[in-house]
């Protein structure tokens, strides 16, 4: 069975930095791209970033872009987000995605939750 | 980056009742569209992927269909777990968009 478990977050100050972790279990982690994507609360699905198998291609969305970074250590079967510069606006649950061959997503950890709050 | 725009954004149906939701992509898309199923507190789950195939595991009273920016999902017969929030996705570029979704409500 696929497991994505999420880990590292909390209640962080503006401009602050946090990093999440995701451990995979279940599958050959070392042979799926994986995503992060977030949920502010009582909002929609929106997509963070993506990190191909052997971490030689990512994509940040927009938003994100020189403040978050993916990256992944097929070693412990983990894949982690470093975001920095934190904002209110960040403030969401972050979930960690396997994205099959064809890239849609088909397996969803729990999720973790952020709040960027002073 | 390709926008997804979902119809409607709430939906009140009964239970038997046939649903259809409906998904425009800014694009043409193909069909790498996905469709999934969010209830309050969990993560989402895969309904239908490319379209209109079904993911393994998922009732056959759900189904998908369109191609190119115009996709449709439909729930034959509303089951009492199928009340939840549903959201397509876009898979054809990187951006890897989704729609705003589209809560089912019990009428």
């Known amino acids: 069975e696929v497991q994505l478990v999420e880990s590292g977050g909390g209640l962080v100050q503006p401009g602050g930095s946090l990093r999440l972790s995701c451990v995979a279990s279940g599958f050959s982690f070392s042979g799926f791209g994986m995503n992060w994507v977030r949920q502010a609360p009582g909002k929609g699905l929106e997509w963070v970033s993506y990190?191909?198998?052997?971490?030689?291609?990512?994509y940040n969305a927009k938003p994100m872009k020189g403040r978050f970074t993916i990256s992944r250590d097929n070693t412990k079967n983990s894949l982690y987000l470093q975001m920095n510069s934190l904002r209110a606006e960040d403030t969401a649950v972050y979930y960690c995605?396997?994205?099959?061959?064809?890239?849609?997503?088909?397996?969803w950890g729990q999720g973790v939750l952020v709040t960027v709050s002073s | 980056d390709i926008q997804m725009t979902q119809s409607p954004s709430t939906l009140s149906a009964s239970v038997g009742d046939r649903v259809t939701i409906s998904c425009r992509a800014s694009q043409s898309i193909g069909t790498s569209l996905a469709w999934y199923q969010q209830k309050a507190g969990k993560g989402p789950n895969l309904l239908i992927y490319?379209?209109?195939s079904l993911e393994s595991g998922v009732p056959s009273r759900f189904s998908g269909s369109g191609s190119g920016t115009e996709f449709t999902l439909t729930i034959s017969s509303l089951q009492p777990d199928d009340f939840a929030t549903y959201y397509c996705?876009?898979?054809?570029?990187?951006?890897?968009?989704f729609g705003q979704g589209t809560t089912v409500e019990i009428k």
């Open positions: 996705h876009q898979y054809s570029d990187y951006s890897r968009t």
């Open positions: 990190i191909n198998n052997d971490s030689t291609l990512k």
């Open positions: 490319k379209a209109s």
């Open positions: 995605v396997r994205e099959t061959f064809s890239a849609y997503f088909d397996s």
